[in-house]
């Protein structure tokens, strides 16, 4: 029995799944074979990964699968690391491992890593034999607190990022947060972006429990940590099992998404991690909402402090086209009927879709925002 489990559930009916947060768990015998239970049916499991982190920690999950079943056919697929390597090219590659092992329909995919390994092992799977069982490993804060949670999977475009993808749940998300400990200081950072978040779009009580806590975290005290992720976890497996196509409630989880996407894609992917574009993206969105006179000056103010305090930064790069930006927003997801729509606020935990919003206004926001 691990002493720092922490077990939460995504409840989607028939297709419900657990989510386990703990030190050690990657290598928690016992744990794995609790939630893995009735998804490694199949004689095969292609473990994906990338260059950082399969040197890591592949070793441990290789090790734990042999003991779940000593006949299983293993392989481990190592990919580059990085947001440039989220490419339909990177998913056709693992395509062709999964059809090196010979998998078949009862095949499982273990996604070992950050967000882009999560994004692209998943749709991998969404769309091996149109759609194979996946198991997310999240490795970095940002997948662990996001990504791994909620089965949206997918690859970036030149033209526009997560273009191409599925809604395709895990069957189980296994967080060892042992493996922060190895996360470089910058993609700790990154993951603080999507954390604060969510006590920006949706939880006042949480966004000041992150000012209280923010030293902590950074400082990677190991009990602040678990609280951090199990709660944002317990906050996104709730909007997941109440929206879970994004008809609505879900797209809150996009603050500052829609500016944070059009800047990973023209400062080109990899420049920017997508956890500082998001911090600058929910700045802008804050200051958007102040502009059109939704929200107090204030709010917009905490907001920055918080991700300052957090080492993220909070506006344009220097040199960046406002035109290029809104040219890339145009491509944005979210947006219907050829009119931008955005996730602004009315102040910090009050999150709100805003249809058709004024061009003029976001570039000029655009503009000043450097
Ligand atoms: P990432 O996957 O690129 O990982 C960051 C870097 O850290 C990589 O170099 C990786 O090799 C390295 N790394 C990972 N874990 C490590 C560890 N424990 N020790 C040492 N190095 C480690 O980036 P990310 O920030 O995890 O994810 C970003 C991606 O997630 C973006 O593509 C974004 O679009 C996507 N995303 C998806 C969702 C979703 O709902 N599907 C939500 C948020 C973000
Ligand atoms: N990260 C946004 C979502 O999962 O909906």
Redo the contacts with the bound molecule.
């Keep these: 029995m691990n002493s720092t489990l922490r077990e939460l559930r995504v409840e989607l009916g028939a297709r419900s799944y657990p989510i386990r947060i703990g030190a050690g768990l990657l290598s928690d015998i016992d744990g794995f074979d609790a939630a893995t239970r009735d998804v490694i049916r199949g004689g095969h499991v292609l473990i994906v990964s990338?260059?950082?982190?399969a040197p890591?920690?592949a070793a441990s999950v290789q090790y734990v699968l042999h003991r779940h079943d000593a006949h299983l056919k293993t392989a481990l697929f190592t990919l580059p690391?990085?947001?440039a390597h989220?490419s339909l090219d990177s998913a056709a590659k693992i395509f062709a491992a999964l059809a090196d092992l010979q998998a078949s329909r009862d095949a499982c995919v273990i996604a070992l890593?950050?967000?882009?390994?999560?994004?692209l092992a998943?749709f991998a799977a969404a769309c091996w034999m149109r759609g194979i069982a996946f198991i997310q490993m999240?490795?970095?804060l940002?997948?662990m607190v996001?990504?791994s949670?909620?089965g949206?999977?997918?690859v970036?475009l030149p033209q526009g990022?997560?273009l191409i993808g599925a809604f395709h749940q895990p069957r189980a998300v296994i967080a060892d947060t042992d493996?922060?400990?190895?996360?470089?200081e910058r993609?700790l950072r990154?993951?603080f972006a999507?954390v604060i978040k969510y006590g920006a779009l949706g939880n006042a009580a949480f966004f000041a429990w992150l000012d209280s806590n923010a030293e902590a975290l950074q400082a990677r005290d190991s009990g602040a940590l678990a609280e951090c992720i199990a709660h944002c976890c317990a906050q996104k497996a709730g909007i997941v099992a109440r929206d879970e196509n994004e008809r609505g409630e879900r797209a809150l989880?996009n603050f500052g998404h829609t500016f944070g996407?059009a800047l990973e894609t023209v400062c080109g992917y990899g420049n920017l991690?997508?956890?500082e574009a998001v911090a600058i993206g929910m700045c802008l969105a804050a200051r958007l909402s102040a502009r059109l006179g939704m929200s107090a000056a204030a709010d917009t103010a905490r907001l920055h402090d918080l991700l300052a305090r957090c080492g993220l930064p909070t506006s344009i790069p220097d040199g960046t086209n406002a035109d290029a930006l809104l040219a890339a927003m145009r491509l944005d997801k979210k947006n219907a009927g050829g009119r931008l729509r955005l996730i602004l606020w009315r102040g910090v935990g009050r999150a709100e879709i805003a249809e058709a919003v004024d061009e003029s206004a976001i570039r000029a926001e655009l503009i000043a925002a450097r």
């Design positions: 990338d260059e950082h982190v890591l920690y690391a990085g947001e989220k890593g950050g967000g882009v390994i999560g994004d998943g999240p490795t970095t940002l997948a996001d990504s949670v909620g949206k999977t997918g970036d990022k997560n493996t922060l400990a190895t996360l470089p993609e990154a993951g999507e989880l996407h991690l997508h956890g």
